[in-house]
């Protein structure tokens, strides 16, 4: 039935009630892996981080990560969930070639943390409750390169396989059904995996870095009749890796579902695949329910037992909520609704926070790193943190503007050198001669001739129109190669003339 048309979206809402649910899974920061001690590091030579724990070797025992059990447990307090006081580890049998050891150490029956909920804030600044059913630990699955034009095992040539990311701790947070919704499902969609990423990368349990595979999300979406009582049959959309992606592809599966049903069709229960290029989904295989996993007790580890004392600790570990920070800095900030939403879609909150604690105006933190910074970033393909700007680096730059060493244009100049790995904006300065021209002698020599090559400006000028001496200022900054100070050409140029600065 994937021939059928997708239905308009709101012609969809209007007929439909969508019901969602997400498996988000979340890669940990661990130095090593969930259950051995292989490094857990991202972007190393293919097949170079495993051990014979990895790869299901006989004889070889796991080891439960510490760390990791610490950082499940945290992130189910951040959730306000439940913490068990015992929880144990199972076998998923999971048959997969990028599944070494043809089986996956989950929780299936004891999730260490369960029963809670998180507010997600909408763009409008209404709250929406989702509820959280669990959030269990895990760990990764390997990666498969498939070769070929389509990238995707349907057509490939031939697979490769990294057992790198295999073992890699992993906690994946299931939410409830999600209900009530209606249009702004897809909003509520992107909102809550935003809201998630925000407190793992808060907690400082993950990188949270999307595009790289660290915040994952399943989207599940079923459609059901105004009245009815029972869900829908549900699809799952896998493995969807940025936010526009989870958002776009719950309002798809929204239109495609209400094609098939209105079409007289059904709906297959199957796990999908999101395809970027045209915002679409593709069949991938019938969906297992948990029988087919055949789970049954890991027998190789022992049950993790929490004490009320450990869990208390960790609580007061818990950095300030994600919401509750946003709230607190835009206010301190003084930044409008769309200035501050504009700082949480670029992802420039921490950075804007740190160079304000540096000792920068908000003004002049958002100006760089919205600014000129975001700039070279996306000329450069890259994210605006990866250009190694320090906000140390905007404060120095900031107050050699404000000291009259150099001023704007020739500070995007400055940072750009700083970029390339020139040294600290200070030192290019020096080096590169860049300080502003402020010697009255070199001045009045450029004003003078910039008065002379443009009288009709300077006739403007004498009749009173002072803003002409703008166009005057431009040919005095090409002189100087932009190192001029502008309110001294404006001072020069009055003083010439016999008119009042």
Known sequence: MDAVEPLGFEDAIEAFEPVMGFEVHVELNT?????????????????????????????????????????????????????AEHCRFARKQYFYPDTPKNWQTSQYDEPIAFDGYLDVELDDGEIFRVEIERAHMEEDAGKLTHAGTSGRIQGADYSLVDYNRAGVPLIEIVTKPIT?????????????????????????????????????????????????????TR???????????????????????????????????????????????????????????????????????????????????????????????????????????DVIAAGLLDEIEQTVAQGASPAVARKWWMGEISRLANARGVDPAALGVAPATIVELNRLIEGGTINDKIARQVLEHHVDGEGSPEDIVKSR??????????????????MAENPDVVEKVKGGKLKAIGALIGPVMKETRGQADAGKVKEIVLQTLGMNP
């Open 31 to 83: 130095a090593t892996k969930m259950f051995s001690s292989a490094p857990n590091a991202f972007g190393d030579e293919p097949n170079t981080n495993v051990n014979e724990v990895d790869l299901g070797m006989p004889g070889t025992l796991p080891a439960v990560n510490g760390k990791a059990v610490e950082s499940a447990i945290k992130l189910g307090l951040a959730l306000n969930c439940s913490i």
């Open 180 to 232: 009530g919704a209606g249009r702004r499902a897809p909003e509520i969609a992107r909102a809550y995996v935003s809201a998630v990423r925000d407190i793992v990368k808060g907690l400082d349990i993950s990188d949270a870095r999307m595009e790289r595979g660290n915040v994952r999300c399943d989207a599940n979406v079923s459609l059901m009749r105004p009245g009815a009582e029972a869900f829908g």
């Open 235 to 341: 699809s799952e959309t896998k493995n969807v890796n940025s936010l526009r992606a989870v958002e776009h592809a719950v309002t798809y599966e929204i239109r495609r579902h209400a094609g098939i049903l209105s079409a007289g069709g059904s709906i297959v229960q199957e796990t999908r695949h999101w395809k970027e290029d045209t915002r679409t989904t593709s069949s991938g295989r019938p969906k297992s329910d948990a029988d087919d996993y055949r789970y049954f007790p890991e027998p190789d580890l022992v049950p993790i037992v929490t004490t009320p004392e450990w869990v208390e600790a960790l609580r007061a570990e818990l950095p300030e909520p994600p919401a509750q920070r946003r709230r607190r800095l835009r206010e301190a900030w003084g930044y409008s609704e769309a200035e501050f939403r």
């Open 433 to 450: 001669g860049l300080e502003v021209v402020s010697d009255d002698g070199a001045l009045t020599a450029a004003v003078e001739k910039a």
